[in-house]
């Protein structure tokens, strides 16, 4: 299992990024893929999923401001950030499970700052 993100960045507070994470190594259109972020000295935080029918789920963190998606011909989730907020600053990974394993990716890191 490969999951390999990109994206991420410097923006201004109120702000756009477009996260995407390329994965390899399962059959990704049957799975469900997350989104998670972590701060230095903090625990990680989920924040968004997707089914394999595209369902949606947010945490109330960021409902409303984030959308996720996928491509499931691309092997792609994706992570669209809007009104971008100095907390939202972490480093930001995608995630699956896999015969009952966990995966997650090395991260990218988002930084929001004027």
């Known amino acids: 299992v490969q999951l390999v993100e990109s994206g991420g960045g410097l923006v201004q507070p109120g702000g756009s990024l477009r996260l995407s994470c390329a994965a390899s190594?399962?059959?990704?259109?049957?799975?469900?893929m997350s989104w998670a972020r972590r701060v230095p000295g903090k625990g990680l935080e989920w924040i968004s999923g997707?089914?394999?029918?595209?369902?949606?789920t947010y945490a109330n963190t960021v409902k409303g401001r984030f959308t996720i998606s996928r491509d499931n011909a691309k092997n792609t989730v994706f992570l669209q950030m809007n009104s971008l907020k100095p907390e939202d600053t972490a480093v930001y990974s995608c995630?699956?499970?896999?015969?009952?394993?966990?995966?997650w990716g090395q991260g990218t890191q988002v930084t929001v700052s004027s």
């Open positions: 995630g699956t499970v896999v015969a009952a394993s966990r995966y």
């Open positions: 997707i089914n394999s029918d595209g369902r949606t």
């Open positions: 190594g399962f059959t990704f259109s049957g799975s469900v």
